[in-house]
């Protein structure tokens, strides 16, 4: 669902990451064995990327379920890039800074599970 059908392969063709993602496949044989792969390679910008475009295939199979919505993989990854958008603003507006005077990192955490029940995290951190 992540990675195989055509919709993914289009938003991972949108956001330029289509030929890591195809690699891995080849090489991995579940989508959590392929997400971690990729969150330890990427770099983070590509990383938070992929993150939001992970999360954005995920709610657009849930509107397809439960609300029979279906949505092209350029609104996919249209929500993806606005929500990265939105989340590096307020990382930037509201970094605290804590004792010492070190910046405290903000954490996005990204919970969802894959088929067989198997649960995959995505964790972003800025600061």
Do not use: Y
């Not at 390679?41 to 199979?61: D, G, I, P, T, Y």
């Amino acid at each position: 669902m992540l990675f195989d059908c055509s919709k993914a392969r289009n938003v991972w063709l949108n956001c330029s990451l289509v030929n890591k993602v195809n690699s891995l496949m080849l090489n991995n044989n579940t989508a959590t064995e392929i997400t971690f792969v990729l969150l330890q390679e990427l770099l983070r910008e590509k990383a938070e990327q992929f993150s939001m475009n992970s999360w954005s295939l995920w709610k657009s199979r849930n509107l397809r379920i439960w609300h029979n919505i279906s949505e092209t993989s350029q609104a996919i990854t249209s929500r993806a890039r606005q929500m990265l958008i939105d989340w590096r603003k307020a990382n930037n507006r509201n970094l605290n800074v804590g004792a010492a005077g070190i910046p405290q990192t903000r954490v996005l955490l990204i919970v969802f599970t894959l088929q067989e029940g198997r649960v995959c995290c995505l964790l972003l951190g800025s600061g």
